[in-house]
């Protein structure tokens, strides 16, 4: 069952990349979704730490209430990182988070106008390759073999699928920003999961949302394209915010706790397999063979590495 629960939290959150093209059908920019994406889920989030602490403060029980379940990467052990790291302070480490965040939004949104929702999606999927290679880099402590063969299986897998846009200058470039999204959430991952250990989910998610919204700001408004041109847009936006951002990471963060790490790496896989079908029946967007062969070699890849870590 809580396999399943995986599977539908996996399948909320691919529907970000077409909720991200729906809305830019109707005037809304990149920067302007990725905006709105962490407004309205801060004003939830915020909203959420303000009722748990009154619901806490009128509480007479001695057992304390249970904590939120918000983001999948806050439930998994923090990773052995530099003792420089250990140094930093709450506000650094949320600022830091909440940059990185912001980065990868900017980054994926592009990306999602540029490319393909499919390729787009499984690119910054890479993140936890990013992670054990960044660890490696500045720990020594080289992966195991198993997640190196896993890394080249999916690196390999991403080449096919970019392969098909070398002659496309705009889709090549958005395959970038897909790639280098991957670099920020990996750095997202790394702040946020120190941050954990000094401070609760639920308000450290709501700091990060909220300091990733004003991050944004500028570079939303240095665009334009803020608002929709029809109402519908607004709809697409608030599913952004409430069913991607918010309710898709809580199923998954539920599932994850109850699961097995081999069976967790597998159901994670839903996100942009998801993504990739959503594309092709909402917005159109068929993948060509080349795309579909490096596609599975990605994701049997990332399955490996995740297994592996």
Known sequence: MEFLILLFGGAMMGLGGVLVRLAGDVGVGPFGSAFWRMALASVVLVGWVVIEQWRTARSVASVALPEAELDPALEQPAPVVPMWFHGWSKPALITMAAAMFAGDLILYHLALFWTTVANATLESNLAPVVIALALWALTGIAPSASFLLGMGVALAGAMLMIGAHLNHGTALLGDISGLSSALFYAAYQLGVQQARQRLRTLPLMAWVSSGATLALLPFAIAQGHMLPTA??????????????????????????????????????????????????????????????????????GIYLARRAA
């Open 231 to 300: 109402p519908i847009g607004w709809l697409w936006l608030i599913g952004l915010a409430l069913v991607v951002q918010i309710g898709g990471q809580v199923v998954v963060a539920h599932a994850i706790k109850h699961l097995h790490p081999g069976l967790a790496s597998v159901g994670l896989l839903m996100q942009p397999a998801a993504a990739a079908v959503y594309a092709w029946l909402i917005l159109g967007q068929a993948m060509g063979p080349l795309q579909m062969v490096g596609g599975v070699v990605a994701l049997g």
